[in-house]
Nanobody, 122 residues
C-alpha cells in the first residue's frame, strides 16, 4: 500500500500560481505512476495530470495543458503540480493518486491522498 500526503493548496487570485506537493511512501511506491485529480462541488472527480516514474512520461487534461506542469523527484518520492495562470474554474479539492500508468481514470487508482483545497478568486 502506498501512502500519499499532499500540501500546498490555498487561495489565489485568477492569473496567479500555486504549487502542490505529494509525498509518497510505502512498498512498491516506485512501481506505480502518480497523478493529480480534482473534484469541484457537485461534480465528479476528474483527471488533471499524471507522471510515470520510469520511463518519464506525462499526460494532461486538455484544459490545463500549457498552464500546469507535473514533475517528480525520485530521490524524495515526491510529485509536484505547478499551476500557473489559474482560473476560477480550477477551483476544486485536488487529490494525489497512485496507480498503473496511464492512471487517467479514478477507477484504476489504488491509493488516494487526503486532498488539498485550491480556490481561485476572480
Amino acid at each position: 500500500q502506498v501512502q500519499l500526503v499532499e500540501s500546498g493548496g490555498g487561495l489565489v487570485q485568477a492569473g496567479g500560481s500555486l504549487r502542490l506537493s505529494c509525498a509518497a511512501s510505502g512498498r512498491f511506491v516506485n512501481s506505480y505512476a502518480m497523478a493529480w485529480f480534482r473534484q469541484a462541488p457537485g461534480k465528479e472527480r476528474e483527471f488533471v495530470a499524471a507522471v510515470n516514474w520510469r520511463p518519464s512520461m506525462t499526460n494532461y487534461k486538455d484544459s490545463v495543458k500549457g498552464r500546469f506542469t507535473i514533475s517528480r523527484d525520485n530521490a524524495k518520492n515526491t510529485v509536484y503540480l505547478q499551476m500557473n495562470s489559474l482560473k476560477p474554474e480550477d477551483t476544486a479539492v485536488y487529490y494525489c493518486a497512485s496507480g498503473p500508468w496511464p492512471i487517467a481514470t479514478p477507477v484504476i487508482v489504488n491509493s488516494w491522498g487526503q486532498g488539498t483545497q485550491v480556490t481561485v478568486s476572480t
